[in-house]
């Protein structure tokens, strides 16, 4: 293998796991991670599942120790490309069995297992494959290539970064505002939209007919519809007189199409009552009772 | 109860014409008030007793739908209990936004209001389908869709942009179809519709800035 590749993977992966090794034992919240892992299911047991990802986060670092010492042998290359594929089968069983569940995989808590999680375990690998192969220690050829050393260990970075999600908000969300603010919002363009229905229900609802009708409204919106400059907002109801029972009604409100609470303090609503059996106007004061329910004024 | 909810005549166009000639039949009522509504967020108000004797005899329901018979929903609710959902032409169905009883699939979540009947089913007044409120951070903006974060876990989530349904909710302003006022980073409030085949949320509204 290209020699600077092979020499330095000792330092790139002994870094990476002494990381990722540390996290997972040290890590205050690992029993939480894992609680969350399919090891649980595995194991049966939620606090072996923790001890089981400490145990893991001890043997990262004890191969990261190793990687950093003694490179230029093969033991730690090989058992770091071992760690590396027992990762990546871990994540094919987990994903095929739970693919809800957590990686896991570094030290902070992250979502499911994703694309992300596979390429970092089979990064493991490779990196465990590049070592193994390795002549002179990092050291020796660092010295001796410093220049191309760095571009290495700083393409390393970049792609790890790339693959790991718990440093997002270091490159990736700063990247996407950067392309927002050059490129413009991809959400820009709908501000002079007709009203939405939700804004002329909202304004139904801060409204005194909604107040006034709400002992008779029983239903969500039940349907919407706009016609010559109104929009008619139909709700179910139950009216109940002393003389003729309880009849299921239609309450109807209509507003201007064009009103929500940014155009008007004061909504004015038409509001009807209609039978549902027989079509026929019911005739109800809705105001009969609000001089009793005034709202009080709010202490501030 | 009748179940008139299919039936042309009733949904049609004259019908709608009648009714917005009744509407604007209607008394005016002027002014605004405070108390609040019965729409989606309602789904979610922590139950209370209320002065109205309407609100206060209301059963609850939650679960999965298991079985569409008719125009009953069984329903597996989430702490092993059992429901039937009796929809009638007068119970308001939301699916992202007000919507019929045809678009209520078995798998779909649901959290109903209704009145028990004495056969031990509940007669829907108002049917949510698949609602949920969650908080979560705005990762990053696409035409169409957000990618948000959810929860101490992060969990990625996709919540679709719907035309001429998904609304904004800003400080101080009314709902607006206008999204370009969401930030990456933000916080935001998803109130919207899961999607059970591909796990992602068809947003109503979002909520930043409050």
């Known amino acids: 293998m290209i020699p600077i590749v092979s020499d330095l993977a000792p330092l790139v992966c002994g870094l990476l796991l002494a990381v990722t090794g540390a996290g997972k034992l040290f890590g205050r919240r690992t029993a939480q991670l894992a609680a969350n892992t399919v090891l649980v299911r595995v194991l049966n047991d939620g606090r072996r599942a923790g001890l089981a990802l400490r145990a893991v986060g001890a043997a990262e670092l004890a191969v990261a120790a190793a990687l950093l010492a003694v490179p230029g042998t093969l033991l730690p290359g090989v058992a770091t490309a071992v760690l590396g594929a027992g990762f990546t089968g871990y994540l094919g069983y987990a994903r095929a069995t739970a693919p809800e569940s957590s990686c896991g995989c570094s030290a902070k808590a992250e979502g499911p297992i994703g694309v992300r999680s596979f390429a970092r375990a089979g990064l493991v690998l490779l990196g465990g494959a590049a070592a193994a192969t390795a002549t002179d220690p990092w050291w020796t050829e660092a010295a001796r290539r410093p220049g191309w050393s760095a571009a290495f260990a700083v393409a390393a970075a970049l792609l790890l970064c790339a693959v790991s999600a718990d440093l997002d908000h270091v490159w990736l969300l700063p990247l996407r505002r950067l392309r927002i603010r050059l490129f413009g919002n991809p959400l820009a363009g709908a501000a002079d939209g007709p009203v939405p229905v939700a804004a002329s229900v909202e304004l139904l609802e801060q409204s005194v007919a909604w107040q006034a009708a709400s002992p008779i409204v029983r239903s969500a919106l039940l349907d919407h519809w706009d016609d010559e400059g109104w929009r008619v907002l139909r709700f179910a109801g139950v009216y109940e007189q002393a003389a003729r029972g309880a009849r299921p009604v239609n309450v109807l409100f209509a507003l201007d199409l064009g009103a929500s609470i940014d155009t008007t303090s004061s909504p004015a609503v038409r509001v009807s009552v209609i039978d549902d059996d027989t079509d026929e106007m019911v005739p109800v004061d809705l105001l009969a009772g609000m001089a009793t329910r005034q709202v009080l004024p709010m202490a501030t | ?210």
């Open chain 2, 1 to 210: 109860m009748s179940h008139r909810q299919n039936d042309p005549g009733r949904r049609g166009l004259d019908r709608r014409r009648f009714l917005t000639t009744a509407a604007l039949g209607g008394a005016t009522i002027v002014g605004a008030s405070a108390l609040g509504g019965l729409d989606a967020d309602a789904a979610f108000a922590a139950p209370m007793p209320s002065l109205d004797p309407a609100i206060s005899r209301s059963a609850f329901a939650e679960g999965r739908i298991t079985q569409i018979k008719g125009s009953v929903l069984e329903v597996a609710g989430s702490h092993g209990d059992q429901h039937l959902i009796q929809l009638t032409n007068a119970t308001s169905i939301w699916k992202l936004r007000t919507t019929t009883a045809d678009q209520i699939q078995v798998g779909d979540g649901l959290y109903a209001r209704g009145v028990d009947m004495p056969d031990g089913t509940i007669a829907a007044d108002a049917v949510w389908v698949n609602i949920v409120n969650l908080y979560c951070t705005v990762k990053g903006i696409a035409k169409d869709r957000l990618h948000l974060a959810h929860g101490a876990q992060d969990h990625a989530v996709v919540g679709h942009i719907v035309a001429d349904t998904t609304t904004a909710s800003y400080l101080g302003g009314a709902l607006t179809s206008d999204l370009s006022r969401v930030r990456i980073g933000q916080s935001a409030q998803i109130l919207g519709a899961w999607r059970p085949a591909d796990d992602a949320i068809d947003i109503a509204r979002v909520t930043v800035g409050h």
